[in-house]
């Protein structure tokens, strides 16, 4: 089968490897489609240091069981992946903190993931309840974005709102935010400096989609009364969106600070104006068990548009192309398509 492999920083190759054995217990998916996520993109960067190279790319999954070892998994079932696979045991894992346990292993990141045909999901996996099994009708279009949503909804839950809220960057992160802010009723502002993508917010439904030229962010403030209760980042934290986000939030307001971040990045705040101004500041990472069941129900009843946001495909052959594609800001979501859907 042909895989994507990271190999260390600006080295990713395509990679011929067999297709992977199993052992008791463990299953084999194969990959209908997998998004290529802007992590993986920061990680062959050299931006992120949470990878474990070398090491087969892809955790945002749609596939389905081909050949099970494990007693309640059956071939045939339409499945994807808690990409977070950890000991299931600690502090951690018993309040659904899973992602910040000591013994974690990630599909993609440490364990070779979804940038192939097929992959194997390991029996240890299965038995802490990470294989996530859908209904046939769930499509692949849709089921891909189960972990980026599930990451949404971690962070909607963890984030102080109140009546109104800005979300920076209208890529995948950004419109899903969107949605959700909307579904709760809030009062949502989604900001963007590129057009392509702020027309295709408005053709997903979003009203209030700003640019970021002063005057844009200065009328932003006007409509809003003095700023956002709430702004969360859905892109890169480079400096830009950090100011942005401090010119736009309201006093006592909250800034979640969910987008990547490099490791080599500091926040400076001025702690006397933070003191007075009451900003609270927080990040939001991951996903819990909760958030990827109430994402995984969410796409079972279709209440959220995310097929639309799938733009591009690539076949893992060119899977190089498909990394640089989106490396330039190229659509808003792109995905690999494994053997499954080539075959048919
Ligand atoms: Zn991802
Ligand atoms: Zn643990």
Redesign the pocket.
Known sequence: MQTIVFEGQDRIVLQEKPIPSLDDGDVLIQVDLCGVCASDIAAINGEVTDYSPPVVLGHEIAGVIVESRHPEVRVDQKVTVNPLI?????????VDL?K?????EGIGHDIDGGYADFLKFPKYGIDTGKLIVVPDSVSSENLMFLEPLGCCINAMRETILNESVAILGAGQIGLMFSQLATLRGLEVFLLEPDVYRRDFAHSLGVDRVFGITDNEVKELIEITGGGLDTVISATTNNQEAIDLAFQIVRRGGCINFFGLSAHDQDLTVNLEKLHFFGHKLMASWAFSRWSLSQARQMIVDQGIQLGPMLTTRFPIASGIEAISHVRHGGGIKTALVGGLALEN
């Open positions: 950890s000991c299931g045991a600690c502090d951690y894992c018993r899973d910040y346990c000591s013994q974690i």
